[in-house]
């Protein structure tokens, strides 16, 4: 067993990690919003340079439907619900921000049976996985993941002349501005002992 260092002790005792996990995660997914609600609409269906079956549209929609494939794949057998797809030829903004919504509740969901189950979530039975399943690498990786795809639809803006206003592309740094939009407090689960 390892020994626990006093600035970690400290960190257990001011910290929840349980609570700072969720509360993260609500924050980059608004982050995620907050990009997704102010696109200018003549950049929703602009092609990509290089690639010109693929636009933002699909990049946008494919946050949410990646969301979803995890859902499915790890959360489904426990009870969690899995959105709908979208199309990401077709999806809107209009269509997308609810569904980035419901996404977002069900990696809550994962999160917070990772967080019931000792801190990972269970895989028993799940051909695929390219990652570790505990909490704290299931969150890394869809923030690495979605902030990606962030970057990747700013510099498309850029390459395409239509460069962000500084508003938007410094609101995605805006974390603490973010969270507050984004969350309440996570309600703690009692135990039943």
């Known amino acids: 067993m390892r020994a626990v260092t006093a600035g970690q002790a400290r960190m257990t005792r001011d ?3 349980a609570d700072a996990v969720v509360a993260a995660w609500k924050t980059n997914n608004r982050v995620t ?3 997704i609600e102010n696109l200018p609409s003549e950049l929703w269906p602009m092609a ?11 990049i946008a929609g494919h946050l949410h439907n990646a969301r979803c494939m995890w859902i499915k794949m790890l959360g489904r057998r426990h009870g969690i619900s899995v959105p709908a797809s979208v199309s990401r030829h077709a999806v809107t903004r209009r269509e997308l921000l609810p569904s980035l919504e419901r996404s977002s509740q069900g990696i809550l969901a994962l999160l ?3 967080i019931s ?3 990972r979530i269970p895989a ?3 051909p695929w996985v390219n990652l570790p399943l505990d909490v704290a690498h299931f969150l890394s990786y869809f923030v690495a993941h979605e902030g990606h795809h962030r970057g990747q639809i700013v510099l498309l803006a850029r390459q395409v002349g ?3 206003p500084i508003e938007i592309t410094g609101g995605l740094w805006q974390w603490t501005k973010r969270a507050q939009e984004g969350h309440a407090p996570r309600a703690r689960k009692r135990n039943s002992s």
Not at 48 to 58: N, S
């Open 162 to 164: 239509h460069r962000l």
């Open 124 to 126: 028993s039975g799940v």
């Open 117 to 119: 189950q000792g801190g």
């Open 33 to 35: 919003m907050f990009l």
């Open 112 to 114: 917070e049976l990772g």
């Open 15 to 17: 910290v929840d990690l």
């Open 48 to 58: 990509v340079p290089g690639m010109p079956r693929r636009t933002v549209r699909m």
